[in-house]
């Protein structure tokens, strides 16, 4: 098992693009979930998805759009990058059903800058 | 609502001194506490959790946390730190009908020889 992965490791915007930071997991998640990681602020949650066809927004969904069209991929999307998106995004995924309700595997995160 | 209160961004111990990281929470229901820990250009790694089964959670690298309901606290402790314990830790809590994790703020963890 690959875990959840995630790429670019890496990306500099220029404020107004777009782009999508891809998450994978091959451990048959329904739950995955975005957090971006602030100094000083902790994890913050952004958008989650209980199952492929299901999103919901977290504490901080502005500005970014998620889609789960299968159970493995749930990627973020930013439409208009601004410098407050600046930030390390961690996606992360657990299963529900079978015990693993309290346990989130988390990604290598991406490093995203707009300037 | 749920929160987490980690006092102190920054905690420096020697080596081979005892580790205490302090979480404070607050829950209107019977809360599930996390303590992850992130090593330097790495993601979140779950150290121990607590479940509402033992108050007193063991977790890896020896580290461990007590679960102490009239304090609403969850402090993490190890009892003899490690240079290689030198990370960010993060306390969060889950509570009520929700699967969304609440983080508190981290704190960094340093360690001299």
């Known amino acids: 098992n690959a875990g959840v992965t995630q790429t670019p490791k890496f990306q500099v915007l220029k404020t107004g693009q777009s782009m999508t930071l891809q998450c994978a997991q091959d451990?048959?998640?329904?739950?995955m979930s975005w957090y971006r990681q602030d100094p000083g602020m902790g994890l913050r949650l952004i958008h989650y998805s209980v199952g492929a066809g299901i999103t919901d927004q977290g504490e901080v969904p502005n500005g970014y759009n998620v889609s789960r069209s299968t159970t493995e991929d749930f990627p973020l999307r930013l439409l208009s990058a601004a410098p407050s998106q600046t930030s390390v995004y961690f996606c992360?995924?657990?299963?529900?059903?079978?015990?693993?309700?309290?346990?989130?595997?988390f990604g290598p995160g991406t490093r995203l800058t707009v300037l | 609502a749920q929160s987490v209160t980690q006092l102190g961004s920054h905690v420096s111990v020697s080596e081979g001194a005892l580790v205490l990281l302090r979480c404070n929470y607050s829950s209107s229901v019977p809360p599930y506490l996390f303590w992850y820990v992130q090593y330097p250009n790495q993601g979140l790694q779950l150290l121990l959790k607590?479940?509402?089964?033992?108050?007193l959670v063991k977790g890896i690298n020896g580290f461990e946390a007590e679960f102490k309901k009239s304090e609403t606290s969850f402090h993490l402790t190890k009892p003899s730190a490690h240079m290689s314990d030198a990370a960010e830790y993060f306390c969060a809590v889950r509570g009520g009908n929700t699967d969304k994790l609440i983080f508190g703020t981290g704190t960094r963890l340093q360690v001299f020889p």
């Open positions: 607590y479940t509402s089964a033992a108050t």
């Open positions: 992360a995924s657990k299963n529900i059903a079978s015990g693993g309700l309290l346990n989130q595997f």
């Open positions: 451990m048959n998640h329904e739950y």
